[in-house]
């Protein structure tokens, strides 16, 4: 369990909170590529950190990030014109470039002094592999930029989804990290080779490995046997994971970004390093409506299917794996109450992560260096494991 300040530390991602500070120090993904096809296209909003802003990109195809309210009296630029370089609001015609400066006051003649006066929150954006990254920090403190395997392969071997997720992003991570629940949560959907392994043994044991860019974690599982089966996943800060599959089996990233408090924005980078993904190879999507949102919510409980739960098709009734992981981290509430929770030995990593936030959390406001470039070195290095090892050997000794 955590205290209840813990809790309200480690959820609070605003711009004046602690761990906000902490999310702010890296290149956050901010939208899809995918979302501002063109120049001139229509704006998007986004939100992130608790920040509502709005991204554009400009006749030159270059994007800005800037913030939402109009400067003048609020009004958003969402709605705004993407038209000569600019963003230009539509209720009396100010336009702000990508840089957060007022170029244009058209219902105000003769005050270019006041113009140069006024300044738009505006953050900077670099687009690479599908995803318009955003840095929401301070400017002395800019990281180096994320160098993931996927970032580098060609645009037919990747695949990148987005899914806004209903409650806070540290409930999502929680259950990314979490092993354990693939035996009972997806024992009908993921029932195949090695992994049928996973789904019999309901009882792994947990072992955490500290790492440079955050930690690893192996669930163990046929302990009495004389090999035994691990499941290797990486925890990389501040929000990733990488989901164990074999080595000829596209791969999958997931990262969990807040975009506030009370919902997340799920991204998951699927991709195949030899050769291009297939449809098939897309990992399991959730059915989107607009905004990327599910259809299935907590408003219809994810229409759970009772009768395929009794016929045994389907031990949590939601087909999509996607979709059980949202129902069940949605099922807690916009914030769960950690005071309240009970956690055991396949709880392992949940409490390795809550303790490395907290150190991070910790070094940050004793330290001007902000956060350890060496985790950056070896970025696109980082690989899941599924293996199976003889029960005397330690598995951190694989790669
Ligand atoms: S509120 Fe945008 S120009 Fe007046
Ligand atoms: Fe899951």
């Given at each position: 369990m955590l205290t209840r300040e813990n809790n309200e530390l480690l959820t609070r991602t605003g711009p004046d909170t602690r761990m906000g500070g902490l999310l702010r120090l890296y290149w956050l993904p901010?939208?899809?590529v995918e979302e501002l096809p063109?120049?001139?296209?229509p704006p998007v909003r986004v939100s992130l950190l608790s920040e509502r802003l709005v991204a554009f990109r400009n006749s030159e195809g270059r994007i800005g990030l800037i913030?939402?309210?109009?400067?003048?009296?609020?009004?958003?630029?969402?709605?705004?014109r993407s038209e000569n370089s600019g963003i230009r609001c539509i209720y009396h015609g100010w336009k702000m470039d990508i840089g957060g400066n007022?170029?244009?006051?058209?219902?105000?003649?003769?005050?270019p002094a006041s113009m140069e006066r006024i300044k738009v929150q505006s953050y900077p954006v670099r687009e690479a592999g599908g995803i318009v990254w955003a840095y929401l920090g301070p400017k002395d403190k800019m990281p180096p930029f994320p160098a993931f395997?996927?970032?580098?392969?060609?645009?037919?071997h990747v695949h990148v989804q987005k899914i806004l997720i209903e409650c806070n992003y540290l409930q999502s991570i929680e259950g990314g990290i979490d092993s354990a629940h693939i035996s009972f949560l997806h024992s009908t959907e993921i029932?195949?080779?090695?992994?049928a392994t996973a789904t019999k043994d309901t009882a792994p044991e947990f072992e955490v490995q500290e790492m440079p860019y955050g930690f690893r974690y192996a669930a163990l599982?046929?302990?009495?046997?004389e090999n035994r089966y691990v499941r290797i996943t990486p925890f990389i800060m501040p929000f990733y994971t990488i989901v164990p599959f074999a080595e000829n089996q596209p791969q999958a990233q997931h990262a969990w970004v807040p975009a506030d408090d009370h919902h997340n924005w799920a991204y998951t980078f699927t991709f195949k390093r030899g050769e291009p993904l297939t449809r098939?190879?897309?990992?399991h999507a959730a059915d989107l409506t607009d905004?990327?949102?599910?259809?299935?919510?907590v408003g219809n409980q994810h229409l759970q299917d009772r009768a395929a739960m009794k016929s045994g098709?389907?031990?949590?009734?939601?087909?999509?794996i996607l979709d059980q992981d949202a129902a069940v981290q949605e099922s807690m509430g916009?914030?769960?109450?950690?005071?309240?929770e009970h956690l055991r030995k396949t709880d392992a990593a949940i409490v390795h992560l809550r303790r490395l936030y907290l150190k991070k959390l910790e070094g940050a406001q004793q330290?001007?260096?902000?956060?350890?470039?060496?985790?950056?070195?070896?970025q696109d290095t980082i690989r899941c494991r599924i293996a199976v090892v003889p029960s005397a050997s330690d598995w951190r000794s694989l790669e």
């Open positions: 901010a939208l899809l063109e120049p001139d296209c913030d939402e309210a109009c400067p003048h009296r609020g009004a958003s630029l969402v709605y705004g007022v170029v244009e006051m058209p219902c105000e003649r003769g005050d395997e996927w970032m580098n392969l060609p645009a037919t029932n195949y080779g090695h992994i599982r046929n302990r009495d046997a098939d190879e897309w990992t905004g990327y949102r599910k259809f299935r919510n098709k389907s031990f949590s009734g939601i087909p999509e916009f914030i769960v109450d950690r005071t309240k330290s001007d260096e902000g956060i350890n470039q060496e985790a950056f070195a070896c």
